[in-house]
């Protein structure tokens, strides 16, 4: 594989724009191809912004570019797995925003499609890259928490989004707690075997006409009998948070600062500190360099770091949460073992 691979960009939006920065930014990783977006109004904006002299709205300008060795798929959700299909018929690398899909059915298409095409698929599951997550993760593969006995992970966010992205999201569960499913079973080691989820709407009339909810608490309980819970709101009040705390036998690792600068003033009249409003700024770092990564695993011909399997196990979880709360019981993990994944999923509704 060429040491500067030529990849092209679908979608410019909000993760777009920033996957775009960094490829833009890493000449010397990659020679950008060209970018891609229905919008064509969004795409001429962007296009005069950044000076690019390759876009377009016909998709096949980047799945007909036999040059092209690599594509960043950041358009809504339901174009995922088409693209990623596509991707795997011309032979083509890919890294996908979350989710695959939003039914394991059309997951596990895209996922044979890669397979059978013997081509790579990473899935945009950003907390992995993450300075502070990164590291944690490796203290406890080494041993220096000891056994996991809990982990406790929460996700905020500063407002609810607008009712046309909730309409499309496919539900708090598998748009926003599936980072949390994949960020738990990614530090645990394990996928658990009983979930249990609550869940309710308070944000406004704009969630309950979606069929949705905004706030919920899920527990987990694993094998060797630990657990862990996460905790999900559209509205947190004050700006997004994120935050880990994972216990052990030997000792306990807490994950989540969110100040823009590493300081907390103390004065007479209280304690003063800023801090990051939303995701993209809290974790910019993450989002290049997970992008780097795919780059690094493209030419060197290697396995991604976060795969197709590891996106469908976490949709698979946001699944059973689902179930569960329609349910009012906790749902253990083989009761949609055995192949009928996609018969659950085909008769369950957002919001039951």
Known sequence: MNARPRVGLI??????????????????????????????GALRTIAAEYRLETVSTDISTIFDDPTIDAVIIASSTETHAACIEEAART??????????????????RALAAVHWAGTRLQVGFQRRFDSGYAAAHRKIADGELGT??????????PAPPPPAYLEKSGGLFRDMTI?????VR??????????????????????LAAGDIDTSIVTMRFADGSLASIENSRRSGFGYD??????????AIHIGDSRQTPVRHLTASGVREDHQYFFLERFKDAYEAEVLSFLQAVVSDTEVEVTGADGRAALRLAILAEESRRLGRPIAAGEVANGIDSELESRMTISA
């Open 11 to 40: 979608g410019c939006g909000r993760i777009g724009k920033i996957h775009l920065r960094t490829l833009l930014a890493h000449p010397e990783r990659c020679e950008f191809a060209g970018l891609v977006d229905s919008n064509e």
């Open 91 to 108: 032979g083509t690398s890919a890294f996908t925003e979350k989710p695959i899909a939003l039914d394991l059915e059309s997951t596990d």
């Open 148 to 157: 996991i006995e809990m982990i406790r992970d929460a996700m905020r966010d």
């Open 179 to 183: 980072h949390n499913f994949d960020c």
């Open 186 to 207: 990614w530090l645990k080691g394990h996928d658990p075997v009983e979930i249990f989820a609550v869940g309710s709407a308070l944000t406004g009339d704009e969630v």
């Open 242 to 251: 994120v935050r880990t705390e994972v216990f052990g036998s030997k000792g």
